[in-house]
């Protein structure tokens, strides 16, 4: 009798110590994650080459999903020694996770989210959590690194959840100061019924140091679309303005691009408190060509983000991009004294597809700043009221300043005769951000 009295006092303890440790909001989200295990069924209808409409797991409880995991986060990261490593946390939040049966690595059930016709299927599952902060916003007391202040601290956690062929991640940016922890910004991706539903893997988020006056942070967010069967698919790069008197961040500027995804990352950027600087590779018009470094430079001084500066890195990239782009900036980019003649040939090559091949890029002469970019088009373009069309060659006469400053300076259907000089290494592979991998062409 007392061996049993014993052993149920035993048990009493043991169970008391589990309902002790049980963590309610883990036991939530373990039930929202259910519901979508039990929805889905494993076999979504996949249409590769286009991700609209496609099952990939997404519902609004997803969206719950994360809200409730992000609020789990920061009860966690306000009680976090900050002079700690942030990513000793991560490590803890994600052990702690596995061990609550949220994850595809926990130790409940060995076979989940595996690997499958589709790649990857992490439906139902978050697959993981990530916590960074920004050695520069953290200063330090007198001379001793070991005795730091954690006042103005950026912190920029990431969490994913599982989904068909890859993670819907979210990011958030916290600043620590008077003495607490204040979510600043949100970018994630809500999932509404009639809400278009673009997924992002965040490649980056970049954060500046608080402006002198405003006290205000411009965030740069990087990121592309995850799918399983291309390396062509949108890259993602939006530009914040956060603050910390409570009042929502300011969204910038959003832009997604179709862009190759061949480099590791795939688009690369930074940025101050005056611009911010995004590079990443987009298909060319010439097939043979196949990509090129496209250049985002924005100018952050003023209420909107303006492209400055440089615009490409080669004749050729130049010639695309002011073709790709609206007259508003395509005039910027050209010499005004021939913006008539300039405008007329845009409109008629500004089109929503053109194909064709580059001739030999010519400098025109050995002191001279331009260079001639000849393209053979090859399919019919025509204006936007369908009444010109254009097959055959154009030459393009483009200023090229050092580093990297083009002006579009004359377009027509004759080379000009001073460009005879053939140039191999003006449209060579350059990049502003070098440290990369190079994954190759799939």
Known sequence: MRNVLIGAFVALVLLSAEVAVADPALDRIHAQLMQIRTAHDGHARIV?????????????????VKHELRDWIETRLRQFPHKDDPDSLAKTLNAELDAADLTCTAPRQPRRCAQNEYRFDGIGYITGVSIETDPGSVWYSGQDPNHQSVAGAVFVVKTDIGILCGADESAYVYEWG??????????????????????????????????????????????HEEWCSSTWYDTYHRIWRATSDGKPAVLLLSNATWSWLGNDPPIEGSTSSSEALIEFRVGSLDKGVHSYETVRHYALDG?????????????RAFAEEWLKADWNDGSAWSDPARGAALRSWHGK?????????????????AHSDLWQVGIDFTNEVHDRNAKQKHVGPVYFAVRWRPPYRFQMVAVGTRPLATCHEVDEDADADRTLFPIQDWVGWK
């Open 303 to 315: 209420p909107n983000p303006r492209r400055i500066d440089p615009i490409a890195l080669g004749p």
């Open 178 to 223: 008077n003495n607490r922890l204040q979510r600043v910004l949100d970018d994630e991706q809500i999932i509404a019924p009639g809400k278009p539903y673009t997924p992002q893997h965040i490649d980056a988020v970049h954060v500046t140091p608080p402006a002198e006056k405003s006290k205000t942070r411009n965030v740069l967010v990087l990121g």
């Open 349 to 365: 090559l500004h089109v929503e597809y053109l194909e064709g091949e580059f001739r030999d890029t010519k400098h025109c002469g």
């Open 48 to 64: 590769y080459h286009n991700a609209g409409g496609v099952d990939r797991g997404e519902t609004p409880a997803l969206t719950d």
